[in-house]
């Protein structure tokens, strides 16, 4: 049974730092895109980093790029989310994703291209 379950968030302070990670079952990470999405309260869910299959490369989006940055384990079939010098506007339900059976792909931050979704973590960012 194909399962992704996050975890590693909480309540942390202006400037701390995360790491979330996306553990899997049922099928193995490295042979997979995955995605990392964000849903803050009244907004619309929005793709912040993927993983590619294989040689591991790496998207982070513009509107986090340096701060965050995604990796993979794949001894542990973990992907992490580290967040560094969190801000307010940080806070959201982070969720992953995998594409494991579709075959359409849409680009890493396109809902549409991940066909399974983990529960979510939430962060929240607040003094």
């Known amino acids: 049974q194909v399962q992704l379950v996050e975890s590693g968030g909480g309540l942390v302070q202006p400037g701390g730092s995360l790491r979330l990670s996306c553990a899997a079952s049922?099928?193995?990470?490295?042979?997979?895109?995955i995605g990392w999405f964000r849903q803050a309260p009244g907004k619309e869910r929005e793709g912040v980093s993927c993983?590619?299959?294989?040689?591991?490369?790496?998207v982070i989006a513009d509107s986090v790029k340096g701060r965050f940055t995604i990796s993979r384990d794949s001894a542990k079939n973990t992907v992490y989310l580290q967040i560094s010098h969190l801000q307010p506007e940080d806070t959201a339900a982070y969720y992953c994703?995998?594409?494991?059976?579709?075959?359409?792909?849409?680009?890493?931050?396109?809902?549409?291209?991940?066909?399974?979704w983990g529960q979510g973590t939430q962060v929240t960012v607040s003094s």
């Open positions: 049922g099928f193995t990470l490295e042979h997979h895109p």
């Open positions: 994703a995998a594409l494991i059976v579709g075959r359409s792909w849409y680009g890493p931050f396109d809902e549409k291209s991940y066909d399974y």
């Open positions: 993983i590619g299959p294989s040689d591991q490369h790496t």
